[in-house]
């Protein structure tokens, strides 16, 4: 089992420029989150989906969208990036459980985007 | 307000000793679940150990432990024997609501933690 893979691993963008970036789970999980994590802080849930073909906003879902066509990937959008965005993008993905441990979310590796 | 305060930016502790990391949240909900993830250097996210709402006895995973104070709203972290290999970022998070509200994480600040040999 791969687990969460995420591509790229890492990106440059200039402002204006967009870009998807794609999750990929194969332990058949139904839910699966973006989320973004800035320098010195926590991470904070951008968009996440309950199942193929749902989306929901997060925390900070401005600038962003995201599409969930099929149950193991989940994509991630920036239409027009801008140098606030500039972050480490974690996907997660989780079980659809009724709240106990395998609630737990699995992680990615991360994608370092920088937008100059 | 905060939902997950983590109030110790940063920490050094000994190899071989314990260390406790500290974690208060904020909820209205009944039901919830507390989980803690590592984060060494290299970035990725590791779970550690889960405590749900209605556990009545506290999480243990190995090394790890999970002092639940439900009353005081807190869910410490204890590493016991810290090893160098123990040197990371640690995150709390909670989960509110579960099922087709999508198991939402809301994470805590993170906690530095470095072990000296």
């Known amino acids: ?116 | 307000a905060q939902k997950i305060t983590q109030t110790q930016p940063g920490m050094f502790v000994q190899e071989k000793e314990a260390v406790t990391l500290d974690c208060t949240y904020d909820t209205s909900d009944q039901s919830y679940g507390l989980f803690w993830y590592k984060q060494p250097s290299s970035g990725e996210m590791i779970f550690l150990i889960y405590q749900g709402s209605y556990d009545e006895q506290n999480a243990t995973e190995g090394r790890y432990s999970l002092n639940f104070q439900k009353a005081r709203k807190s869910a410490n972290l204890v590493i016991s024997a810290s090893q160098l290999g123990d040197s990371a970022m640690y995150f709390c998070a909670m989960r509110e609501g579960y099922g087709a509200a999508g198991n939402k994480l809301t994470f805590g600040g993170g906690t530095r933690v470095l072990v000296k040999p």
């Open chain 1, 1 to 116: 089992n791969a687990g969460v893979t995420q591509t790229p691993k890492f990106r440059v963008l200039k402002t204006g420029q967009s870009m998807t970036l794609l999750c990929a789970q194969d332990m058949n999980h139904e839910y699966m989150y973006w989320y973004r994590q800035d320098p010195g802080m926590g991470l904070r849930l951008i968009h996440y989906s309950v199942g193929e073909g749902t989306t929901a906003k997060g925390e900070v879902p401005d600038g962003y969208n995201v599409s969930r066509l099929k149950k193991q990937n989940f994509l991630l959008g920036l239409e027009s990036a801008a140098p606030s965005q500039t972050s480490v993008y974690f996907c997660a993905s989780s079980y659809r459980a009724a709240g106990g441990p395998l609630d737990t979310q699995y992680f990615g590796p991360g994608t370092r985007l920088t937008v100059l």
